[in-house]
């Protein structure tokens, strides 16, 4: 390939049903209306809700020390700590700032943020459903792309960005 080539955009047209990129040039924002309130000092900040495949990219922020929810995956799930620490009742790890995780389908844990840790922030890629359990498995409730896309939905109409601001971050 010549150096001019090197240089030069793809030249054929994309396929006529591809998706428009999402692009987020500030993800993890200090404006607050970005952010989701999903429990008491917990947010979350939609990155990518893809209903068609059935998972969800997101920046979870927590404030508070202590235990945060006991949940399992039938698929695997991402994450990438940014800021903070955190760690799995279950584990002898710490998942800290600049760590990557993965967690295996079928794996149950309970997430704990240290008493020392003022703010986490973590990007998770969930695949499929998260699973809320009691201590012996039985289900207290769940969470999917369709439930995120709900309390989205709901929190930018009530910070006054509309319903439909979700809409950016849906595939």
Not at 50 to 77: A, D, E, F, I, T
Request: aromatic share 12%; net charge negative; glycine share 8%.
């Amino acid at each position: 390939m010549s150096e001019d080539q090197s240089r030069m955009p793809y030249q054929l047209p994309f396929p006529k049903d591809a998706q428009e990129e999402i692009v987020i040039p500030n993800a993890a924002t200090e404006d607050e209306r970005m952010w989701v309130k999903q429990a008491e000092n917990v947010w979350f900040r939609p990155l990518c809700l893809n209903r068609s495949q059935g998972y969800w990219m997101n920046l979870l922020k927590v404030r508070k020390s202590g235990v945060l929810s006991r949940h399992r995956h039938p698929q695997p799930v991402h994450g990438f700590v940014l800021k903070g620490r955190w760690h799995y009742l279950e584990h002898d790890w710490v998942a800290e700032e600049g760590g990557y995780v993965y967690e295996p389908p079928g794996e149950t844990h309970t997430l704990v943020v240290p008493d020392d840790v003022e703010e986490m922030i973590t990007y998770f890629q969930v695949n499929g459903v998260m699973c809320y359990v009691d201590p012996w498995g039985k289900i207290e409730g769940y969470e999917d792309v369709f439930t995120k896309i709900d309390l989205c939905r709901a929190h930018f109409e009530e910070v006054g960005l509309g319903g439909d601001y979700v809409d950016q971050f849906i595939r």
